[in-house]
């Protein structure tokens, strides 16, 4: 299995890699070494693999990154530093997947296992290139890959092209919900629907339930603080809100001090340590609410299922989100929460406001307990295991 993430925290990639260990398959899964992870690391069922870059080339990438850092820092120019020296910038970043890529092939090649999977996009063509003729092809398209690319059209239109010659190569294709696969097999001239396995949690992470009638109710963001998902929005929501209740979001990424900055003065938004992969869960039963705030700028956010709404689920948290497709079907579906306009700071506001009143709030928490036996990973790993024996049977 190969992945661009470092494996710290991927509960997709893991997941799978953990049920198929567990039945029968030997897996490896060959991902990028990070600074604050391990060459080789032993999981429960499975191995990882974490390749270095070629340091000839990674050297020649390093000086260059040092030289346009020192250009910007001596240059007199107002532009912010993502828009200072564009075409340096275009050749670190594009020369960093490149060495990325190439070590993942290398590392992959070696092992001449029976099946490659594609995390993704980004790993498909090395592991296409890794597998040859005769290994079998597994594509997990985790989202839309080229619609979230932060990109120009045309640039988008090109990823479309590639993904479209390549997803023709996997025996298997699979994603995330129904919607993304309807989207895949239309956008792509695929023969067959791909199959669909959520990414949920196991249910037997379910903590015990929290207080029903707090002083104070807590609304949960979890997760990356980037762009696009509607975290601006959500935090200037916090002036509409009634007195008691709180946001907390809990998490890091690129636009946390931005966040931070736009939180001050705010008393009723705070900012919570990440916690480990493992931990999602229960750190989230803590809170009363759980918040999707995505905005719908394209169509990979538009038709996305986050992780955060099954870890919500299985943290007994209704869930106040986004009107998108799929979250309308998971939460107006099972009566578990409310939906807003994720553009509209009062919207989000209203529909806080409204999910934490009584009788509404008990009535979508008391509905939680059964709709998280259905949205489980005892449920979604047996379609899984299908899929694969599906192929196995096939390669027979």
């Not at 693999?49 to 050297?59: E, F, M, Q, T, V």
């Amino acid at each position: 299995m190969l992945v661009t993430s470092d494996m710290v925290s991927d509960p997709r990639v893991a997941r799978h890699a953990e049920t198929l260990g567990s039945h029968g398959f030997r897996v490896l899964v060959i991902c990028p070494i990070s600074s604050r992870t391990e060459p080789h690391e032993s999981r429960p069922a499975y191995e990882i693999l974490r390749p270095r870059r070629s340091r000839a080339l990674n050297a020649i990438l390093s000086t260059l990154t040092t030289k346009r850092n020192m250009s910007i820092a001596r240059s007199s120019t107002k532009l912010p530093r993502e828009q200072s020296y564009p075409w340096t910038r275009l050749i670190t970043t594009a020369g960093s997947f490149l060495l990325t890529q190439l070590a993942l092939l290398r590392a992959a090649k070696k092992q001449r296992a029976q099946v490659y999977c594609a995390n993704d996009f980004d790993t498909l063509l090395v592991t296409i290139l890794a597998a040859g003729l005769d290994r079998l092809v597994v594509y997990d398209s985790h989202e839309l890959w080229p619609d979230m690319m932060l990109a120009p059209e045309p640039i988008k239109a090109i990823a479309r092209a590639v993904e479209k010659v390549l997803i023709r190569r996997a025996n298997l294709v699979m994603t995330v919900n129904e919607f993304i696969a309807t989207e895949l097999k239309h956008r792509y001239s695929l023969t067959r629907v791909p199959d669909v396995v959520y990414n949920c949690p196991n249910s037997g992470l379910r903590p015990k339930r929290r207080n029903d009638s707090p002083r104070v109710k807590v609304a949960l963001y979890q997760g990356l603080y980037a762009p696009e998902r509607g975290l601006e929005n959500l935090i200037k929501a916090a002036d509409y809100l009634l007195a008691d209740i709180h946001l907390v979001l809990r998490g890091y990424g690129v636009i946390e001090n931005e966040l931070r900055s736009l939180a001050k003065g705010r008393k009723n938004v705070q900012f919570a340590k990440p916690v480990a992969m493992n931990q999602l869960v229960n750190a989230a039963a803590d809170a009363h609410v759980g918040l999707i705030p995505y905005l719908p700028t394209n169509l990979c956010n538009y038709l996305a299922s986050p992780n955060k709404l099954f870890e919500y689920i299985q943290a007994g948290l209704p869930i106040v989100a986004s009107d998108l497709p799929f979250l309308r079907k998971v939460v107006l579906g099972n009566d578990i929460g409310a939906l807003f306009d994720a553009r509209e700071p009062q919207s989000i506001a209203n529909a806080l406001n409204k999910s934490t009143r009584d009788p509404t709030f008990r009535r979508q928490r008391s509905n939680l307990a059964s709709v998280a036996a259905k949205y489980s990973w005892e449920i979604e790993s047996k379609k899984l295991l299908k899929a694969y024996a599906s192929l196995v049977q096939v390669a027979k």
